[in-house]
């Protein structure tokens, strides 16, 4: 298996999927399968099972940066390769650890979709750290500290960073305060607790759409593929693919991956509450 091979299969995975997930609801979160549900019995702790599943793209980023197993040559790593890393590094210590550990309560997930982000995060990371170390990143980011779009590129990563925090930090206060007053007592049974503890959320983005911490993700990768990676060349599909480097191969993957979750989620939102601010859209202020 080559770099190339895993870039051309997020792409063909990500292109195919988006248009099923429309239709089918990943069994986690507010799609929990309810407690009488014949798969039930694979359901896992949504905590437990978060962490263990996200824990993959750190750990295979750092074997892949540090040892380059599917590089035949290893250049040095430079200091803006370096922040880079630490970029990634910073969101996945967030994501997989600091963020649940901080979470009151988590639906459960079905065994099938922490398989499914095992193999995600497993070769994302291995796809993320591979690049980020060679030679092509390395040339590219030789003198990038003197380049304003990598300057740009990082703060652009930093606010959507920031805003990711500050709207999962508002859906964790309405699990809180639901916790605290006692209306997620039923811990083992999803429908219970789909019906108890979720409320609409306000504030920041929420504002103008349902999923502003999926908009700040994407914000978040756009503005880390435009420090790490050139822009693919549109001169024909040839070259476009040849350097649809793996930064941006992730962005595209997370957009088309995510853009059904949100879109359904948002119907539920709608579905759910009666009062539901009507002029939200999905994911992207103003547009869907």
Not at 93 to 116: D, G
Not at 243 to 249: D, I, M, Y
Request: aromatic fraction near 16%; glycine fraction near 6%; charge should be positive.
């Amino acid at each position: 298996m080559s770099a190339t091979d895993i870039r051309m299969g997020f792409v063909v995975i990500s292109v195919a999927s988006c248009p099923l997930l429309f239709f089918v609801n990943a069994p986690f979160g507010r799609f929990s399968l309810s407690k009488d549900h014949v798969l039930t019995a694979l359901s896992v702790n949504g905590i437990q099972s978060w962490i263990f599943m996200e824990l993959f793209a750190p750990i295979s980023f750092i074997h892949a940066f540090t040892q380059a197993p599917l590089l035949d040559h290893v250049p040095p790593i430079s200091a803006p390769q370096g922040l880079l890393a630490g970029l990634f590094l910073t969101h996945y210590l967030n994501r997989s650890l600091i963020s649940p550990l901080r979470t009151p309560s988590r639906s459960k997930s079905h065994l099938s979709v922490v398989l499914s982000a095992v193999c995600f995060n497993l070769f994302n990371g291995l796809m993320m750290g591979t690049y980020l170390r060679s030679d092509t990143a390395h040339a590219f980011l030789s003198v990038a500290f003197r380049r304003p779009l990598y300057w740009g590129g990082v703060l652009i990563w930093l606010s959507g960073f920031i805003g990711n925090i500050l709207h999962d930090e508002i859906l964790l206060n309405i699990r809180r305060n639901a916790k605290a007053k006692g209306k997620a007592k039923y811990e083992e049974d999803p429908t219970k607790k789909r019906a108890e503890y979720y409320a609409i959320p306000h504030g920041y983005l929420y504002r103008y759409i349902s999923y502003p911490n999926y908009f700040c993700e994407w914000v978040e990768w756009i503005g880390f593929a435009l420090a790490a990676a050139p822009l693919p060349p549109l001169t024909s599909l040839t070259a476009f693919m040849q350097h649809f480097h793996a930064p941006w191969v992730f962005s595209f993957a997370e957009i088309l991956l995510m853009l059904p979750r949100a879109y359904k989620g948002h119907q539920w939102y709608l579905n759910k509450f009666a009062e539901y601010p009507k002029e939200r859209k999905a994911v992207v202020p103003f547009l869907i």
